[in-house]
């Protein structure tokens, strides 16, 4: 009597979903960091590289943000080359870069001040930190204040040494470095937080060896803390750039791009051109928005790789 086969026959759907697991058992550790950084990348992808290549899309079109969009090419940038008020903005954006600067050694001496173990320390730190915490709307206001020509702290001081009334935020001349004077409050208790994290990390036995070999005061400072603060250094950069480029709460709030569109920069040229009444011109606010883009990219770029070649020169 022939005896039968009771085991059960394994099919090719059972045996596809054994390797399958198998296969997942094998590269858990390959597949949890891409599982943990997928929402993130998506995110990023959804939010920030898909509306940046729609805004380079958009920039060849003559759209009022309603009707059918037209394609017209290039000349949404060859009007930019024309335009005046575009212009105006450009060098207005050139003197926030190189002045917004100021706030990064600026944010170093405080931090290196704030360093130290005196009395009181906790209160100064706090009194520092403070900028950093508060709106824009409100730096804008409180400066408003400061400025205003009738009743304004300024001009209260310009007297008490026989000096004139300054209208600054009235003066062609004055109102953008007026501006930049009040974004450098906060953007400087920005870079003193991220030199303050910096100092805590410094290698105090580096620092011990310095002074052994007689390192003190500025040289102590240029040859070994300040190698030390690579990194924050590049944040701190990378950060007051783009804090530069498109500064628009304390234009809006202290001149409205005013007087006569002297205090415009191209992200509130962006704004003017493609939300406000001035047209609904989204195409070309598009366009400038990929001018400031591009403007953007290529100091970023600059930075990462300075600091790829530094890396690549230490190792």
Partial sequence: MAKTNLAPEIGPTARSRGSSDSWLRRNRQTLAPWLFLAPGVIFFLFYVIFPILQSFNLSFYRWDGLGDPQFIGMDNYRELMDDRAFEVSMWNNLKWLLLYLLAIPAGLFIALFLNQTVTGIRLYKSLFFFPFVISQVVVGLVFSWFYDPTFGLL????????????????????????????????????CMILYLTGLNAVDP???????????????????????????????????????????????????????????????????????????????????????????????????????????????
């Fill in 205 to 315: 036995e580096q620092v011990e060896a310095a002074r052994l070999d007689g390192a003190k005061g500025a040289k102590m400072l240029w040859y070994v803390i300040i190698p030390q603060l690579r990194p924050a250094t590049f944040v701190a950069f990378v950060v007051t750039i783009i804090g530069a480029l498109r500064s628009f709460d304390l234009i809006s709030i202290m001149t409205n791009g005013g007087p006569f569109g002297s205090s415009r920069v191209l992200s509130f040229y962006m704004f003017e051109k493609a939300l406000s009444e001035y047209g609904f011109r989204m195409g070309y606010g598009a366009a400038i928005a990929v001018v400031l883009f591009l403007i953007m990219l290529c100091f970023i770029a600059y930075f990462l790789w300075s600091m790829y070649q530094d890396d690549k020169g230490a190792r």
């Fill in 155 to 190: 001009n209260q001081v310009l007297g008490w040494v026989g000096l004139g009334p300054l209208n600054v935020l009235g003066d062609p001349t004055l109102v953008t470095y007026g501006i930049i004077a009040a974004g450098l409050w906060p953007q400087t208790a920005y």
